[in-house]
């Protein structure tokens, strides 16, 4: 059975913290990568996707170790609206895949002033 | 900037009966999804369709479950009969270009079956 596990949290951090959440993935065969966010009763929405040499947006900056089947999502000074629930979401990859995505169940992350 | 859009936001329904959620997927997109949410529980794929045809469908996706793009523009969900365990929130979903390609999500159709 093709997983992906995260800690579920919910981590509770100050304003400002850098925080950090980790996903491990059971499908070798895996291409495609990414952190999604969902707020309470919302839908997914694509925060970034995350690449094999590393990726940065912003505040934002993703890894994968393909051979640990490990992915990191960072977040540096975190701010109130970080506040959501960040998905770590794998495509299901095999043979002709049309890119069906396998999510993990979330971690929560509250940030308090 | 383009949106997918689901209809109805909300829907109570009784057990055993049919449902039909809807939506449009953004307008140059090529492949759609149906996913599902139970509450506190983890996003889960259903379907995949492109082409006209289903690609893909998980063990969830059941002979009580259909889909359908009855013209250029709507992408449907049919429910054939509804049971208790039904009631979930399900996410419709676009992309462009298929596998590793962002896919764009609706707000959902939070179903309730009573």
């Known amino acids: 059975r093709k997983e992906v596990e995260q800690d579920p949290g919910p981590f509770n951090v100050p304003e400002g913290a850098t925080v950090a959440f980790n996903c491990t993935y059971s499908?070798?065969?895996?291409?495609?990568f990414f952190w999604y966010r969902q707020d309470c009763r919302k839908e997914p929405k694509l925060l970034m996707s995350v690449y094999s040499s590393g990726n940065e947006d912003g505040r934002f900056t993703a890894q994968l170790n393909r051979a640990s089947q490990y992915i990191s999502l960072l977040i540096r000074d975190s701010k109130l609206s970080d506040s959501a629930t960040y998905l770590c979401?794998?495509?299901?990859?095999?043979?002709?895949?049309?890119?069906?995505?396998?999510f993990g169940k979330g971690t929560k992350l509250s940030v308090k002033p | 900037e383009p949106e997918v859009t689901q209809t109805p936001s909300h829907q109570v329904t009784q057990m055993g009966q049919e449902v039909i959620l809807r939506c449009v997927p953004i307008?140059?997109?090529?492949?759609f999804y149906w996913y599902r949410q139970i509450l506190g529980q983890k996003v889960e794929f259903l379907v995949s369709?492109?082409?006209?045809?289903?690609?893909?469908k998980s063990e969830i996706f059941d002979d009580q479950f259909s889909v359908e793009r009855p013209d250029g523009s709507n992408f449907t969900l049919k429910i054939r009969s509804t049971k208790l365990e039904d009631s979930a929130m399900y996410f419709c979903a676009s992309s462009d270009q298929g596998a590793a390609e962002t896919q764009y999500f609706g707000p959902g159709t939070r179903l309730l079956v009573l």
């Open positions: 499908n070798s065969a895996s291409q495609s």
């Open positions: 979401v794998v495509d299901m990859n095999y043979g002709g895949s049309q890119g069906n995505l396998i």
């Open positions: 369709f492109y082409n006209n045809e289903i690609s893909e």
């Open positions: 307008s140059n997109h090529l492949y």
